[in-house]
């Protein structure tokens, strides 16, 4: 069946980098586009950008252009976020989503997602 699995979080300072992984499975991930999505405590989830079918990178959230980043390697069967100057109210848990089609901004329109994983930004 369908799976998207988080891996990579953990604690980092603040101007530190890290990088998620998504892995996916039970699907052809060449055919989709693949959204970040991320909820703090007490938040809604939000959108962090999309990556496309072709690599094109749509940014959900102002707030990370510049720092984020996605990347993905069809033939491994993963996708990356790459997330560089990092902030305290960077701290969340972080999805990875399908979607089919183009990118878009609605979560509503991502069919599956991963179980999330916690990024916590601090000191």
């Known amino acids: 069946q369908v799976q998207l699995v988080e891996s990579g979080g953990g604690l980092v300072q603040p101007g530190g980098s890290l990088k998620l992984s998504c892995a996916a499975s039970?699907?052809?991930?060449?055919?989709?586009?693949i959204g970040w999505f991320r909820q703090a405590p007490g938040k809604e989830r939000e959108g962090v950008l999309c990556?496309?079918?072709?690599?094109?990178?749509?940014y959900l959230s102002e707030d990370v252009k510049g720092r984020f980043t996605a990347s993905r390697d069809n033939a491994k069967r993963t996708v990356q976020l790459q997330m560089n100057s990092l902030k305290p109210e960077d701290t969340a848990v972080y999805y990875c989503a399908l979607r089919s089609g183009r990118c878009g901004t609605n979560r509503y329109g991502y069919n599956a997602w991963g179980q999330g994983i916690q990024v916590t930004v601090s000191s």
């Open positions: 039970g699907f052809n991930l060449a055919a989709y586009a």
């Open positions: 990556i496309s079918t072709s690599g094109g990178v749509m």
